[in-house]
């Protein structure tokens, strides 16, 4: 029987990105950075993630995935002003004004305090069964903003986030 293999791959900052806006998506980020929160200009962040899990063969059994979401710094007070964060497995090509989402559409994993460590295995199970190359990851709070011209959010370093996968071929 196949030995289970583990890997490690970190977010990819060609990939990643922020995309901005209040009722639809505004403007794209792709500067390194990631930022979930409001920003200066009273408008949502919406932060993506994309892991390349390529290497993975389609039909091999995920036995745990963990992303790693512990390091990032903290800027204003989001938990108090944008209420609860919530991170979405999605898919998306190249990052567009059209993946942010206004609502709060269900089908997130929801934290209340700042995020360590989240478990998706079952999502990577569906993206390696799908064949995708990519694993992705949409973060946004539940406010959109509080309209006081100060930023309030998670900023997460390029290439910070880390997928975790231990999985047999």
Not at 106 to 116: C, D, F, L, M, N
Request: no cysteine.
């Amino acid at each position: 029987a196949a030995e289970p293999e583990t890997i490690t791959v970190q977010s990819l900052p060609a990939e990643d990105g922020i995309v901005r806006g209040v009722t639809s998506g505004v403007s794209v980020s792709l500067d390194g950075n990631i930022r979930a929160g409001d920003g200066t200009q009273n408008q949502r962040n919406e932060g993506f993630l994309s892991f390349d899990i390529s290497g993975i063969p389609q039909g091999a059994r995920i036995e745990s995935a963990v992303l790693d979401l512990s390091g990032h710094s903290i800027e204003g007070t989001p938990f108090v002003q944008l209420g609860l964060l919530r991170v979405y497995f999605i898919e998306y090509a190249s990052l567009g004004t059209e993946d942010y989402v206004a609502g709060n559409p269900t089908g997130s994993v929801t934290q209340s305090a700042r995020p360590t460590q989240l478990l998706p295995t079952s999502a990577v199970q569906r993206s390696v069964d799908a064949g995708a190359a990519r694993f992705q990851v949409r973060m946004q709070f539940e406010g959109i903003s509080d309209n006081d011209g100060e930023i309030d959010g998670l900023i997460f370093p390029e290439g910070g986030p880390a997928l975790t996968i231990t999985y047999t071929p």
